[in-house]
């Protein structure tokens, strides 16, 4: 089980990013949250270490097929117990 902490700059907002993470995270089996921060996204994941890899790969490559990701961040986090869905905020 692993945790990270991702913010994505670029054309992230208005273009259907947060629906595209949360159906991979659908995909991928990956619990947290989504959601619109100022000028950026914020994504807050967790799912087995396989899986978030995957699924962070793809984010950072852009979600939605609209999106245009010029940067990002990346922070482990501890495992939270008590996530059980992915939701967008």
Do not use: C, W
Request: proline share 1%; charged share 30%.
């Amino acid at each position: 089980m692993k945790h990270n902490f991702i913010r994505v700059y670029g054309r992230v907002q208005g273009v259907g990013f947060r629906y595209f993470t949360q159906r991979l995270a659908l995909k991928y089996d990956i619990v947290g949250y989504v959601k619109n921060v100022q000028d950026f996204v914020e994504v807050d994941a967790q799912g087995s270490e396989e899986n978030l890899k995957t699924f962070t790969e793809v984010v950072i490559k852009g979600a939605s097929p609209a999106s245009d990701v010029s940067d990002y961040t990346i922070e482990s986090k501890d495992i939270d117990t008590t996530l059980t869905d992915f939701k967008t905020e």
